[in-house]
DNA sequence: GTGTGCACTTAGGAACCCTGAG
DNA sequence: CTCAGGGTTCCTAAGTGCACAC
């Protein structure tokens, strides 16, 4: 192993997002190895790059906790060793070192037995409370909803009255309250943003009371090349009927895309095809290479050219227009509030692409119909109308679900839903509600710990198999890992998914005892490559899991989401396995902001210590992306300006001396302003270095990993509103505007002392 | 238990847009 | 004023988890 080390250079290697694809399947029946052939194609690989720099100081202020248990992370770089099909691959490996920070950082480090949080019995108590609702309000006063922060009791009381003066109100009225009447207070409410974290919530599954919105916006008619467009068939210009020529526009339009040039992609699209040809078609179009789309491809690169080059007019016309249809279909009335839609138009056909080696890349996504169209929304709210011409397939009236209006997906065959705006209530509440359940399992997590690791020695197989499951869902913060159809999407796995194929054992490697080296594909068909160090009960399991088994068979053979989430279910009230990933990612994010924070450090540095907190969740969330494509060069640029800051530096030192020098012999006021000036301009130019620096050291740490899921989505954001709020961080540095709209509440309610 | 449908969250990349350096 | 490049928004695929039928 060692020798992979290839890390050297820091490109890496990357992990591709490839896919390899053996197909697997169902536990215990046979399986049939296939084996594609395929390479990845140009996937791109992504690798995880990661920063030295960061590493060192990071690990450094693990130090200590590291001795506690394993010190585990260490990862190297990976090489192929995987023989089997990723050897060739180029394969990259995603280091992703930083993963030893967090793993101190999150404490599992520290020993499992503790007594850590005061009240960790707190969860005990699993069954009564069913309601989530209740739950929450219970911890409302734990959690100090407002400001307000004096006497609680006062407020708590103080509170309900007032959600008892404005609840029914509002509530009674919604009920009847006509569309009219629900407009009409919705206008007055944007200058006083309504804090809907302040009122009741329903209970018993009832999601709203009244709803009204426009419906959706349907994708645009599709308009007919122009006579000149010519597609060519073996060499011979061809009118294509209507259908088949929107058809092959879809096809057109990605010619320059890579996938256009896969076998699965040209033949599931040439069968959806002439599913859509005329019998004429049919008979003549029966070769896709002989398909000339060149000239159709060439037309709409011009006009999404000439599309660039419109005026300022034009351009402006268009953006009214977008902003007239926003107004119009991008809201809806929910229980007299006016609340963001957030996609509110029909998806456009199309060729679909899924994302890495998917079974059904190519094929065609239908144009939606209104007679395909559920329309949700209250019985006495002003229905949509359905186009002219057209009617709804259906107008329900559910108000136990969230969404507006439903269709089916041709493709794999699901439900595709309008639904509200992150910024809405009614994702607000869920969201927050996802983070107190998170907080919740801080207080037993100790408990969970060592009732997984007893789990490691038990009799039952499946007890055994659900322990290190869960040890793996913990520590690494895996996905669940749900079965999924064979043949239906990419061939990617979760925790309870695994295949011995994705695992090595290895008793001991680089000094450190115990090693597995995870190399699989995960959602969306991210490498998750890692090597962990893990306790040896948890090895001695692995190879038992093992034994006897081909490759890819399932690691856990005895284990689904389902049994252990039920299990998870006993445990705690509320627990799964994802709450796991959110509450090691905000955990981790509250240790690690505590640990990188220098009170002295300015602004900028401040930030960047934020930056490397999200960033240390990011990795052990595995997100990642593809690096800028302008990411060299960007680099380069950020490089050039530092050096020519460097440059104006030393020259305004000198001229500092110098001044510095004639004050000496001259000791008049003027020369020792003079020096004044400079100085002022040394350090100005020095702070002005300073920050691109910074800036530097970010993007670069930043090469390809992505911040942006893990703050949207796992992160408590009253961590990071306290985190401003303490170090007087502007709260716009940390939030752009979109982000702090979803996290309006946490910005209301979080002050610089709470604790995740 | 297993299989299936449904609802809803999480995810990366493309498209779009804005800004600040030159 | 232009244009690159980087942030933001849009888009929709791909997950999780629960309920329900058998």
């Known amino acids: 192993m060692s020798g992979d080390q290839l890390h050297n250079d820091s490109q890496i290697d990357s992990g591709s997002r490839t896919n390899d694809s053996h197909k697997h399947k169902d536990k215990h029946k046979d399986r049939e190895h296939k084996h594609k052939d395929h390479k990845k194609d140009k996937e791109r690989e992504k690798s995880k790059h990661s ?30 060793k995987h023989k089997d099909k990723r050897k ?79 609840k029914p109100k509002k509530k009674t009225k919604d009920k009847r309250g006509t569309a009219a009447d629900g407009k009409k207070r919705v206008k007055k409410e944007p200058e006083e943003k309504w804090k809907w974290w ?38 011979k210009p061809m009118k294509l009927s209507p259908q088949t020529e929107e058809v092959a526009t879809f096809f057109a339009k990605m010619l320059d895309h890579e996938y256009t040039t896969k076998d699965i992609f040209r033949k599931n699209f040439f069968k ?102 559920i329309i949700n929304c209250s019985k006495d709210s002003k229905i949509p109308p359905a186009p002219a011409g057209h009617k709804w397939k259906e107008v329900r009236h559910d108000n136990k679900v969230t969404w507006l209006v439903s269709w089916n997906e041709n493709i794999q065959g699901s439900i595709k839903y309008i639904m509200l705006n992150p910024s809405s209530r009614i994702k607000g509440e869920k969201d927050w509600q996802k983070y107190e359940t998170a907080r919740k399992l801080k207080k037993c997590v100790d408990r969970l710990r060592n009732q997984y690791r007893e789990d490691w020695k038990s009799k039952e197989m499946k007890i055994r198999q659900r322990a ?33 194929e994705h695992i090595k054992l290895y008793p001991e490697m680089d000094g450190q005892e115990f090693v597995v080296e995870f190399d699989f594909l995960g959602k969306d068909s991210i490498r998750y490559y890692n090597k962990v160090p893990v306790e040896k009960r948890v090895f001695k399991n692995l190879q038992l899991f093992m034994e006897n088994k081909q490759p890819e068979d399932d690691l856990f053979d005895r284990l689904n989401t389902s049994i252990l989430n039920k299990h998870l279910q006993e445990l705690m009230d509320g627990l799964t396995a994802k709450v796991f990933r959110t509450y090691n990612a905000s955990i981790t994010l509250q240790q690690q902001l505590k640990e990188l924070t220098n009170p002295d450090e300015n602004l900028p540095a401040k930030i960047l210590s934020y930056n490397r907190a999200n960033r240390a969740v990011a990795v052990l969330c595995n997100h990642q992306r593809a690096p800028p494509k302008t990411f060299e060069k960007s680099m380069q640029n950020l490089q050039t300006k530092i050096d020519s800051k460097k440059d104006q530096i030393s ?40 920050k691109l620096e910074v800036q530097a050291t970010d993007r670069e740490e930043n090469k390809q990993i992505a911040l942006g899921t893990s703050k949207l989505n796992y992160l408590d954001p009253r961590i990071s509103v306290a985190w401003c709020k303490k170090w007087d961080v502007p709260i716009e540095k940390i939030y752009n505007k979109t982000q702090r709209e979803k996290f309006a509440w946490a910005i209301d309610m979080a002050e610089e002392d709470y604790e995740f």
């Open 198 to 235: 302040e009122e009741e919530r329903y209970t018993d599954g009832v999601k709203w009371k009244f709803l009204e919105h426009k419906g959706p916006v349907f994708a645009p008619d599709y308009e007919p090349l122009p006579s000149k467009v010519k597609f060519y068939y073996d060499g």
């Open 468 to 500: 290190v499951a869960l040890y793996f869902i913990d520590k690494l913060a895996l996905r669940a890992g749900n079965e999924k159809e064979e043949g239906e999407s990419a061939d990617t796995v979760g925790c309870c998914s695994l295949r011995v």
């Open 651 to 690: 020259a305004s030192r000198r001229e500092l001396k110098s001044a510095k020098a004639d004050a000496k012999v001259r000791r008049d006021e003027k020369t020792k302003k003079c020096v004044e000036s400079k100085k002022k301009a040394v350090q100005r130019l020095e702070e002005q270095l300073m």
């Open 51 to 80: 920063n030295s720099e960061h590493k060192d100081s990071s690990e450094k202020k693990n130090k200590d906790k590291d001795k506690v248990k394993h010190k585990d992370g260490s990862s190297e770089k990976h090489k192929d």
């Open 272 to 373: 959806d095809w002439r599913k859509e040809m005329t019998s004429e078609e049919k008979s003549i179009l029966t070769d896709l290479k002989k398909c000339d789309f060149t000239e159709m491809s060439e037309y709409f690169k011009a006009q999404s050219e000439a599309r660039k080059q419109m005026t300022k007019e034009e351009k402006l016309k268009i953006k009214e227009e977008n902003e007239r249809l926003l107004q119009e279909y991008g809201f809806c009335v929910m229980d007299n509030h006016k609340e963001r839609i957030a996609n509110f138009r029909i998806e456009p056909p199309g060729l679909f692409r899924g994302r890495g080696d998917h079974p059904k890349m190519g094929m065609l996504k239908r144009r939606i119909q209104p007679e395909e169209i």
């Open 88 to 166: 060739d691959e180029k394969s990259k490996s995603s280091s992703r070192e930083t993963k030893i920070k967090k793993e101190k950082e999150n404490g599992f480090a520290s020993p499992p037995q503790i007594k850590a949080e005061p009240e960790s019995n707190h969860c005990l108590s699993p069954k009564h409370n069913k309601s989530l609702k209740r739950e929450r309000d219970d911890d409302d006063t734990d959690f100090k909803p407002k400001k307000i922060k004096i006497e609680n009791e006062k407020k708590a009381k103080k509170r309900k009255q007032d959600q008892e003066d404005i």
